[in-house]
């Protein structure tokens, strides 16, 4: 379809980041090289351009950080609240004097385009850090008994989707419990994490309370199963999550787990069209559908499907594919050449197992790692792509005729993270809502978050709540 | 002195609302503190303890659809039921653990009043842990516990009425369904207490009661799929680790086993532990910040 408009270049100028050719662990307040000296090369996924050499952490370097973590807990849990509290608030604010950077960063480190750096996940991260500093001189009043004391150590581990938004989700409850972390940030985007280690300095927080360490699945591994570990918080795939919770069985650490899902995002036939395809494109596109509450499961009315999928596809070839740095783009690179192969895998099977595959005319860059939104029709609930969790731009196209049935098909998964609900009825939504068993229900909107509600799954995709009142709890000895 | 010969109870097992046998057939024997004999439990086998997720999974619906009023009518009349069977409890509770009669009498007193303690739970743990979250944005948002669906309980080992009644009541106070591996050594009080459960009006499945070797009917509940979440209270260390792996395969909460002083009034975390929050959002319609709206 041919556009209306012509859209300008308009990129966003990578000049207000500043990237150091090498970066080091970041342990008791000090950069690091790694103690077996390995590195490895951080890429930007639209370019495949070598950002930064990262020091790699390996054991040594695991039981080197919680050493240091231990050290600072001592101090660092009998600070007043209301000094933790100004240490977090100072650490808000010094990430919205510096988001315009740090969204520039994460978008050439992770792919993802710089509007939603700069509108969604910066101000995302901000505001956690806002809303768990003022937690942190109230802990005696947020339900859990007078008192309440913070566990020691937090090994923390996120995955590569939300870079700096998981580490805020992570690093701000745990310090304003009085906790010190020890955070791995995912291999293929460690850098805003680095950054965030200049923010702890540049706040004055005490050497020691955040310890960041790039590096693999190993690092990850060994700082689960460190022995001084108190607390254990994972966000990523549910087959990874499963492993940790054997790995802390038997032991006395608190976990809580973010895993993956498959969520259902229905539409019923009195849903204003406009508005769910909206939130049908921010379901399954917003940040390539690298997004474990992703809505990849679309379920709509029989009756209004034809009409529903016209006005889709007409929507879908208005998406601006490419450069992320482009504030005009919509989607961006997908994160890693691993990435692009499992959803191209698993796309090639939904086409194998007879779904009809369409992606609106898209030239995909000839650099970096592309893949072009895409829609699966005829899926039945048998299907592969109906079933595993793909993270990445592509959506499933299911029907039903009934509520019933909606809620029947929305919940045969073993996942239950989110769901969304398109109908202008209000009764409609209150029942079909309390039926779903997943964590996060948007019902007319998608995809949306904020610091002040948890957030978190049923079944497999994990355990604990992350956000709100109930974020405290997997910090705090309750 | 009475030549009458009394009669004895065959303790049966309480599933889906029903008094089964094991379906293996076993029995072995029961004992009390002195080592006399004082009936044959059935030894569940692997293939009850199947049978009672199926009941409970099929309760579940109904259980946690229902209002949290009519579960705190449910649970107040299992007090009521229990205060009437009194003498009974005091004898077995006695019998069980070894306790003189007015030690075991404390016992079921405060096993009652748990009961009432939750009753008067059901319709208030929303309130005290759920609510509306002051989100950044044009949206409502509400976050409600629901129940986490169908909970193995290993109940405790020493405590055989008053702590298996701590760690059950919790569990369907908050419309979970729940399974329960009684305590192995003592495991009458559990099994009579099906038969209070029976006719308080807790529809059947709600809670299922085993008795057996612990072990073995604990490994496949935590291996079962179909189960949601697992308190190992009454599991020893080497046991809770075990179950705590099996458990892991899909991702069931696990209430890990704690030193508990089954007299004192519980906290809540009992009730937490099987529960999921739920947070519902949906645009307000605000228009922004002139304060015009619709």
Known sequence: ?478 | MSDRLSVFKTYKLYVGGKFPRSESGRVYEVTDSKGNWLANAPQSSRKDARDAVVAARKAFGGWSGATAYNRGQVLYRVAEMLEGRKDQFVREVADAEGLSKSKAAAVVDATIDRWVWYAGWTDKIAQVIGGANPVAGPFFNLSSPEPTGVVAVVAPQESSFLGLVSVVAPVIATGNTAVVIASEESPLPALSLGEVLATSDVPGGVVNVLSGRTAELAAPLAAHQDVNAIDLAGADEALAKELEVAAADNLKRVLRPQAVDYFETPGIERMTAFLETKTVWHPTGSLGASGSSY
């Open chain 1, 1 to 478: 379809m041919a556009s209306a408009f012509e859209y300008a270049p308009a990129p966003e100028s990578r000049s207000v980041v500043d990237i150091a050719p090498s970066y080091g662990l970041f342990i008791d307040g000090e950069f690091a090289e790694a103690a077996d000296g390995k590195v490895f090369k951080t890429v930007s996924p639209s370019t495949e351009e070598v950002l930064s050499e990262v020091a790699q952490a390996g054991e040594a370097d695991v039981d080197r950080a919680v050493k240091a973590a231990r050290k600072a807990f001592e101090k660092w849990s009998a600070l007043p609240g209301s000094e933790r509290a100004k240490y977090l608030f100072r650490i808000a604010r010094i990430i919205q004097e510096r988001s315009r950077e740090l969204a520039v960063l994460e978008t050439l480190d992770n792919g993802k385009p710089i509007k939603e750096t700069r509108d969604a996940d910066l101000p995302l991260v901000a505001a956690h850090f806002f809303y768990y500093a003022g937690w942190a001189d109230k802990l005696d009043h947020a339900g859990f008994g007078a008192n309440p004391r913070p566990l020691g150590v937090a090994g923390q581990v996120i995955p590569w989707n939300f870079p700096l938004l998981m580490l805020a989700w992570k690093i701000a409850p745990a310090l304003a419990t009085g906790n010190t972390v020890v955070l791995k940030p995912a291999e293929t985007t460690p850098l805003s994490a680095l950054f965030f280690a200049d923010i702890c300095r540049q706040a004055g927080l005490p050497k020691g309370v955040v310890n960041i360490l790039p590096g693999y699945g190993d690092a990850g591994a060994a700082l689960v199963a460190h022995p001084d570990v108190n607390k254990v918080a994972f966000t990523g795939s549910t087959a990874v999550g499963k492993e940790i919770a054997r790995t802390v069985a038997g032991t006395r650490k608190k976990l809580t787990l973010e895993l993956g899902g498959k969520g259902a995002n229905i539409v019923f036939d009195d849903a204003p069209i406009d508005q769910a395809v909206e939130g049908i494109v921010t379901g399954i596109f917003f940040n390539q559908g690298q997004v474990c509450c992703a809505g990849s499961r679309l379920l709509v009315q029989e009756s209004i499907q034809d009409e529903l999928l016209d006005a889709l596809k007409r929507r879908l070839s208005t998406l601006r594919l490419g450069d992320p740095l482009d504030k005009n783009t919509d989607i961006g690179a997908i994160n890693s050449a691993e990435q692009l192969a499992r959803i191209t895998a698993l796309a090639e099977q939904g086409e194998a197992e007879g779904a009809e595959r369409w992606s609106p005319a898209c030239e995909l860059p000839e650099s970096g790692y592309w893949f072009a939104p895409t829609l699966f029709t005829n899926v039945t609930q048998a299907h592969t792509i109906a079933r595993d969790e793909i993270f990445g731009p592509v959506l499933s196209v299911l029907s039903f005729r009934t509520p019933d049935e909606a809620v029947a098909k929305a919940n045969n998964t073993q996942y239950g993270l989110s769901a969304g609900i398109w109908t202008e009825k209000g009764s409609r939504i209150l029942a079909v809502a309390s039926k779903l068993r997943a964590g996060v229900i948007w019902s007319n909107t998608f995809n949306k978050f904020d610091p002040t509600s948890p957030f978190g799954g049923y079944k497999e995709s994990g355990f604990g709540r992350e956000g709100g009142r109930h974020g405290l709890e997997a910090y705090l000895d309750v």
